[in-house]
Antibody, heavy 126, light 107 residues
Framework: QVQLQESGPGLVRPSETLSLTCAVS?????????WAWIRQPPGGGLEWVGT???????YYNPSLKSRLTISVDTSSNQFSLDLRSVTAADTATYYC???????????????????WGQGTMLTVSS | EIVLTQSPGTLSLDGGERATLSCRAS???????VAWYQQKPGQAPRLLIT???TRAPGTPDRFSGSGSGTDFTLTINRLEPEDFAVYYC?????????FGQGTKVEI
């Protein structure tokens, strides 16, 4: 059964870059599935951050696109998130997740997020 | 982007009762691609329902989803103690995928 495990620094200073990694176990990241990041501020709701396919194709939330890079390392079976110029508004629990999908005329048709990691809390503070 | 509005914000019920949770979209969701998730404190969300009404593997049959277009409902029959949690709807028929703000089901 596929398992996802996030890792990150826990604390990042304002204006710096947040880097997180999601290690995928018991399932090849270069399968037919897509891999996503979702975040949840303390006491708040869920926000899709972005998605990557093993080919390297990326799909980003427009609200974060200018600061976001998601990458995949198939040799290590993991994928990563870099979020630049962070502020207190980026404080959240970050989850990695898996979803199905398909391309239709170059546009990604998403599936539901069927498997989630346990999440890693990230605080932005000086 | 599609905005999902869930109601009520909090639902106070007893065990054995039925819970009815609503999710309204700001525009029609393509192919009725709405999912429902359950989240307990300190845990990641768990997928319950896909495509508005299809139970995910392992979802008890007391959970049912319905709806189409802009109005969707999650019904939980005969609430069990483990069902008290926060429930989120999510649409994935239109980009970007978006979530509702959640409904808390409490005793």
């Amino acid at each position: 059964q596929v398992q996802l495990q996030e890792s990150g620094p826990g604390l990042v200073r304002p204006s710096e870059t947040l880097s997180l990694t999601c290690a995928v176990s018991d399932h090849a990241v270069n399968s037919a599935f897509y891999w996503a990041w979702i975040r949840q501020p303390p006491g708040g709701g869920l926000e899709w951050v972005g998605t990557i396919f093993h080919s390297g194709a990326t799909y980003y939330n427009p609200s974060l696109k200018s600061r976001l890079t998601i990458s995949v390392d198939t040799s290590s079976n993991q994928f990563s998130l870099d979020l630049r110029s962070v502020t207190a508004a980026d404080t959240a629990t970050y989850y990695c997740a898996r979803h199905s999908g398909s391309l239709w005329f170059g546009e990604l048709l998403y599936g539901a997020f069927d498997t989630w990691g346990q999440g890693t809390m990230l605080t932005v503070s000086s | 982007e599609i905005v999902l509005t869930q109601s009520p914000g909090t639902l106070s019920l007893d065990g054995g009762e039925r819970a009815t949770l609503s999710c309204r979209a700001s525009q029609s969701v393509s192919s009725n691609y709405v999912a429902w998730y359950q989240q307990k404190p300190g845990q990641a969300p768990r997928l319950l329902i896909t495509a508005a009404s299809t139970r995910a593997p392992g979802t008890p049959d007391r959970f049912s989803g319905s709806g189409s277009g802009t109005d969707f409902t999650l019904t939980i029959n005969r609430l069990e103690p483990e069902d008290f949690a926060v429930y989120y709807c999510q649409q994935y028929g239109n980009s970007p995928p978006t979530f509702g703000q959640g409904t808390k089901v409490e005793i």
